[in-house]
């Protein structure tokens, strides 16, 4: 049976299905989980006195062992392929009529057939397994290199008995896994729901407490000069907090699937829009002088808003993992027709081990100042990527960086394309 061990190139084997990349994974796993299909192959082989079993999964053009009990050596393992040419199975499927012979040398139909001189068969049992909706499955296999009375009519009636166990061992299994799947999908969607609700609060706060600020203010100060310092910027955390609301209506109608969309337009105001969340934080955090240099001259291709909520993001991040009374800066420039936003701060240096889980959601730092549910660099990061763009995190002599890049030919290839999305993982 050396053969079986040599398959062609273009054949999958054992090591495809150990590694989870066979073609056939579901079928191989239904029939190597189940504890009923190993009895049965024993049972057959008790029964029988053949000394290898196996349920194959055929096709038109493919013979795969899903579960196999191997005394012989043959040498065939779960996912083992071997041309479908050398097999009789391709005759039971096209056929759908069983193969027996007890001895090849003195069958009268299969009386030294090729195949069964190949590789040494002597005796050989093959029953079709078919679906409950009448479609072909593949074959329940008994072989064994010495003579076996496989045709004896109790040996057959226990055989296809054992063919409809296990068809019906596998619907019961594939719909117990389409039922995982159903609550897989449902815990999947309560998670988006859970993480939308999760952003929508991050994203409000710094709105909510710029707000709130200037109401202090005007109840201090509400002389006319002080009111109408404040009003603009409380206009603008209204703004806000009106485009989060839409979010809501928007995430509400692709049912809560849609994840961070983006709606591009040419010539948006990324200055403008920077500018006024760099004023909410301002307010929202005043322990914290924020300086803010924005050299981006020229139109920008991108969602001025959306890049806005990221920078607030860096810069809530920012503030809360500052250095007592540090600057914290905001740089913009375009260099190569790549658009740079830089937020820094001095602080404490990021530890090493948490970088590599830094934009992923619910990550924290350990000395953040505040409560939060870690999703701000999540968001931002998630924002840049739907820019086609990206960000960065370094950390040198004590300054914390995070840069967000975005390349202005990746932005130009959006422009006759659909609003773009990045969707939050589960």
Not at 38 to 57: K, P
Not at 208 to 233: C, D, K, M, T, Y
Not at 368 to 379: D, H, P, R, S, Y
Request: aromatic share 4%.
């Amino acid at each position: 049976m050396n053969e079986l061990t040599q398959p062609n190139r273009s054949l999958q084997n054992h090591a495809a299905y150990l590694a989870g990349a066979h073609d056939f994974q579901a079928d191989i796993d239904i029939m190597t989980g189940s504890e009923l299909i190993g009895t049965v192959l024993e049972t057959i082989m008790l029964a029988t006195n053949m000394r290898f079993a196996a349920v194959a999964r055929v096709t038109a053009d493919r013979w795969v062992a899903c579960r196999t009990v191997d005394e012989v050596n043959f040498g065939l393992a779960e996912g083992d392929e071997i041309e479908i040419q050398s097999t009789f199975c391709q005759s039971v499927r096209s056929t759908g009529e069983q193969v027996l012979f007890n001895d090849v040398a003195t069958d009268d139909i299969y009386q030294n057939h090729p195949i069964a001189m190949n590789f040494g068969i002597v005796s050989y049992a093959s029953i079709p397994i078919y679906r409950s909706d009448g479609s072909f499955f593949g074959t329940l296999c008994a072989i064994d290199t010495e003579v076996r009375d496989v045709k004896h009519p109790r040996v057959v009636a226990m055989l296809r008995m054992f063919a409809s166990v296990i068809s019906q061992t596998l619907e019961t299994e594939e719909q117990l896994a389409a039922q995982e799947l159903l609550l897989e999908k449902e815990r999947e969607m309560a998670q988006i729901q859970e993480e939308f609700v999760a952003v929508l609060g991050h994203d409000l706060r710094n709105p909510v407490a710029a707000f709130g600020a200037g109401l202090r203010q005007l109840e201090r100060h509400p002389e006319p000069a002080r009111i109408a310092a404040v009003l603009p910027l409380m206009r603008s955390s209204m703004r806000r907090m009106n485009e989060l609301i839409d979010n809501i209506m928007m995430h509400a109608k692709s049912r809560l699937g849609g994840g961070i969309r983006i709606a591009p337009t040419p010539d948006a105001p990324l200055v403008q829009a920077i500018n006024e969340v760099v004023e909410e934080i301002r307010m929202a955090a005043p322990d914290h002088q924020i300086d803010l240099d924005l050299r981006l001259d020229g139109s920008v291709y991108c969602d001025a808003s959306r890049i806005a909520q990221a920078v607030s993001n860096l810069l809530s991040n920012a503030s809360n993992h500052a250095a007592p009374g540090s600057v914290i800066a905001v740089k913009g420039t375009e260099t190569g027709g790549e658009i740079s936003i830089t937020v820094s701060n001095r602080g404490e240096p990021i530890p090493d081990d948490l970088k590599r889980d830094l934009f992923r959601p619910y990550r924290r730092g350990q000395k953040a100042k505040n409560e939060g549910l870690g999703l701000g660099l999540f968001i931002a990061s998630s924002i840049a990527r739907a820019h086609n763009g990206s960000i960065d995190v370094e950390c040198v002599d004590g300054t914390t960086a995070f840069v967000l890049k975005l390349p202005r030919s990746a932005a130009s290839q959006m422009l006759e394309g659909e609003p773009q999305d990045d969707r939050l993982p589960a």
